[in-house]
């Protein structure tokens, strides 16, 4: 695992940024954390794995709740919803509250760090909101699970987002999939957004990733931080048939 360090002009707080974890070992993420203190960490989505497919409880039985736990006794830690939490529960969210981390499910909420008033956001993955409806139409779990078209291009749920931008103070965002910054978010006024999901674009040769969901062949946002604001990490682990290859895992520090 990589320690990445970029620098956003304007960021008056250290952040760690940690995406992707999909159900693996945390020991090494949990002693970068330690060494490198940050003022606050966000967690960006897909720190589940979701097969098989099953409602509920998924973060307990994932054993995530121990990761969240330590990360949340070392600074405010804040979680958003990527595409493999879309079977998440009120319940799950509950058990991550417990953990003293901060889960963002298109909500957000303030902090004062290093006196900066911070708006901290998690815009959460079309594909939990779309399971969601599905399933408050009446469809059963196995049948809203076969809508794999609706729950892959559904969009986000973006209502709650005026609001959020109007609020005083320097906004962060957690939003898990890249894609989404250019469609929805490029236009308004956050400061930063944190994202993962493209895995570094699976096999990356002369610094250009190969291959990302929702953005496929040639993928333009993989890793790094672009007008200043989007950045995106690589991912902690790979969930895709595909090894990752030039494309080390990493966790990634903003300051
Ligand atoms: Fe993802």
Known sequence: MQETYYTVPGCPVRIA????LHERPYARVLESLRKNRPDLICAAGDFLYA????????VEAAGVLPFFRAAAALAPCYVSLGNHEWMVTEEDLRLLRETGAHPLDNAWE??????????????????????????????TME???????????????LGWLDEYCAAPGY?????HHPEYYPRYLKARGIELILSGHAHGGQV?????GLY??????????????????????????????????????????IG
């Open 17 to 20: 940024l940690v995406t992707d």
């Open 51 to 58: 097969k098989p497919v099953r409602e509920g409880i998924k």
């Open 110 to 139: 303030t902090v004062t760090r290093k006196g900066a008033q911070l708006v901290l956001g998690g815009l959460s993955s079309g594909r939990v909101s779309a399971y969601r409806r599905l399933r408050e139409a009446g469809l």
């Open 143 to 157: 049948a809203a699970a076969a809508e794999k078209d609706i729950l892959a291009h559904d969009p986000p749920v």
């Open 171 to 175: 906004h962060i965002l957690l939003c």
């Open 204 to 208: 990356r040769l002369f610094g250009q």
């Open 212 to 253: 990302a969901p929702g953005q496929g062949l040639f993928p333009k946002l993989t890793s790094g931080v672009t007008d200043g604001r989007l950045t995106v990490s690589r991912g902690l682990a790979n969930c895709q048939l595909v090894p990752r290859l030039f494309n080390p895992a990493e966790i990634v520090y």
